[in-house]
């Protein structure tokens, strides 16, 4: 790829950045570049290196691959999430430093595993989620104790990387010796911690690189605020870009999705279309039968030759399973396990073993590249784990104790600092589920990709049916004292934002789809109507509608 005028102007530019960029606008392409320029520049000594954070595991391995191409020497970088990097780089290296030394190597924890009784001491990081200056000496106690007693909390990896990297000396010095520059990707979706880190780490010399789309913004749930992002603006000590030009998507998309966010917005010249509404008379099952009638004519009609191109994305897990329910053709229902969302490394680790006995074409080499330089390995170590790899990759009959002992073994080997915590309970929790475990199979031909709109950032696809655009779900309302004359919205930009998401996933057409009748959270069905985000901003003309009986 060339990068264009604007991109270069990004990528050459060696002060604290702040890029803003649109779907599709080239973003990774973007920071690996900028990444793989510092790499190769003379400044950056051997034992030092870069800080890339992405806000998936996905999304970090995919950075790391297209920096790291043409065999680019990685240095002492760190590419991962903003919760592994707190953990591995600055809590389990320093927290001995500023709480004391502890007689055992502290374990990973979810607040869900705290016994009951203890539990309220801990909510708030959770449902409060405080500025790091709101948090009391009472708070800060209860984590102290928390780690005397051989624990961290998940929940709190962040909040005590940040008062270590405010009070160490030692670990202040170590980040400036070690890194050079800190990357943020997706940074519409930072919390309060991850942007106070961010900042901290350019007070201590490191250049910053901030990259997001407020528009883009879908996990307010979670505590995460495109303000963050937004705030560099008015930085005068960061140069502002951006990336407006959406290659992924057709000109009709394009047209469409801006003018979802703009009323104001520029349109492309195109008398093409590419953004359809379908009504469908019936409930969710009859959308199903709609997909699965059209599939095959849809594709010829678009040129596109694999189900795999072609994405459900649906707004929460009640309609996906109905969908899942209802479908025949090929699909694959793309879930989160546990092991996905669990932030202890040796549950990522877990993950990536399942891929490696799952796919034929994932080595071992890309399991252990995440953990150690594997040219640093002696040859005893590197003949262990060829044992413990071959072991799992010959075990066809899928023995899943001997699965969980092995995976374990590896574990033990690669990261004996590492606490257990629940890793290996919720190993066992996917292994003995079907469908999680089938979720790590590699995708095949052929298979349709039914997910949420969450779940399906940062993707692509030909095709993008988008359903749930009815009243009352996207965006969703809620009423009080039976008032259904004055409902209010729940959070009218986080589903504003969410609709543009799964709009922007599609680059050749989208088929907004809706039924006649829709199932409540209750489990009932009433009758449904159009949603608020299709009558906006004129954009009936931008799109086609049929109707499907």
């Not at 060696?14 to 520049?41: C, H, Q, W, Y």
């Not at 374990?107 to 009784?117: A, C, H, L, M, Y």
């Not at 030692?170 to 880190?197: G, H």
């Not at 095959?296 to 899942?324: E, F, P």
């Amino acid at each position: 790829m060339e990068p264009t005028e604007v991109q270069k102007k990004i990528i050459e530019n060696d002060g604290n950045t702040l890029v803003l960029a649109s779907p599709g606008s080239g973003k990774t392409f973007v920071i690996s570049e900028m990444v793989r320029r510092i790499l190769k520049k003379d400044e950056i000594l051997p034992y030092q290196g870069v800080i890339a954070i992405s806000y998936t595991r996905k999304a970090s391995s995919n950075l790391k691959e297209r920096t790291l191409s043409e065999g680019l020497f990685i240095k002492n970088s760190f590419f991962g999430t903003i919760d592994n990097f707190c953990l591995t780089q600055i809590v389990l290296s320093f927290v001995n430093y500023v709480w004391g030394a502890i007689n055992q190597d502290p374990e990973i924890i979810g607040i869900n595993d705290i016994p009951k009784e203890d539990k309220g001491n801990y909510i708030w990081l959770k449902d409060n989620h405080p500025d790091y200056n709101l948090v009391t000496g009472e708070r800060w106690h209860t984590l102290m104790t928390l780690y005397s007693k051989g624990y961290f909390l998940v929940e709190s990896l962040e909040l005590i990387a940040l008062y270590i990297l405010k009070n160490c000396a030692a670990c202040q010095n170590y980040v400036k010796s070690r890194f050079k520059y800190i990357y943020i990707d997706e940074f519409q979706d930072a919390d309060t911690y991850t942007n106070d880190i961010f900042l901290q780490l350019i007070d201590l010399g490191l250049t910053g690189v901030a990259v997001g789309d407020e528009n883009q913004s879908i996990f307010g749930f979670a505590h995460k605020d495109s303000r963050y992002l937004t705030a560099l603006k008015d930085n005068i000590n960061f140069k502002t870009f951006e990336l407006k030009d959406n290659f992924r998507c057709s000109a009709p998309i394009v047209n469409y999705s801006n003018r979802l966010i703009d009323k104001e917005s520029q349109l492309l010249d195109t008398d093409e279309n590419g953004v359809f509404l379908v009504k469908v008379d019936g409930g969710e099952e009859r959308i199903a039968d709609f997909i699965e009638k059209y599939m095959g004519r849809l594709c010829k009609k678009w040129d596109v030759k694999d189900y795999s191109k072609v994405a459900i994305l649906v707004k929460n897990t009640r309609t996906q399973a109905m969908i899942n329910d209802s479908l025949t053709i090929p699909h694959r229902v793309i879930e989160t396990t546990p092991l996905d969302i669990d932030l202890n490394p040796r549950s990522r680790l877990f993950t990536l073993l399942l891929r490696f006995y799952l796919d034929k074409k994932y080595s071992m080499i890309n399991v252990l590249d995440e953990f150690v330089d594997y040219e640093e390995l002696t040859i005893y170590d590197r003949k262990t784990f060829l044992v413990c790899f071959n072991s799992i990759r010959e075990n066809s009959k899928c023995d899943k104790e001997f699965l969980v002992l092995s995976f374990n073994n590896i574990a033990n080997l690669l990261l004996p600092k590492i606490g257990v915590g629940a890793s290996l309970t919720l190993l066992k929790e996917v292994i003995d589920n079907d469908n999680l475990f089938s979720s790590y199979k590699p995708l095949e031909d052929n298979e349709v990709l039914l997910m949420t709109l969450h779940k399906s950032k940062g993707l692509e696809f030909d095709i993008v049916f988008h359903l749930n655009l009815n009243e009352w779900e996207l965006p969703s309302k809620t009423v009080k004292f039976n008032d259904f004359k004055h409902p209010k919205y729940i959070n009218w930009n986080q589903d504003l934002n969410l609709h543009y998401v799964g709009l922007t996933r599609a680059r050749k057409a989208c088929y907004i789809v809706r039924s006649s009748l829709r199932t409540n959270n209750n489990g009932e069905t009433k009758n449904a109507f159009d949603s608020e985000f299709l009558d906006m901003n004129h954009l009936s003309d931008l799109r086609k509608n049929y109707r499907y009986k």
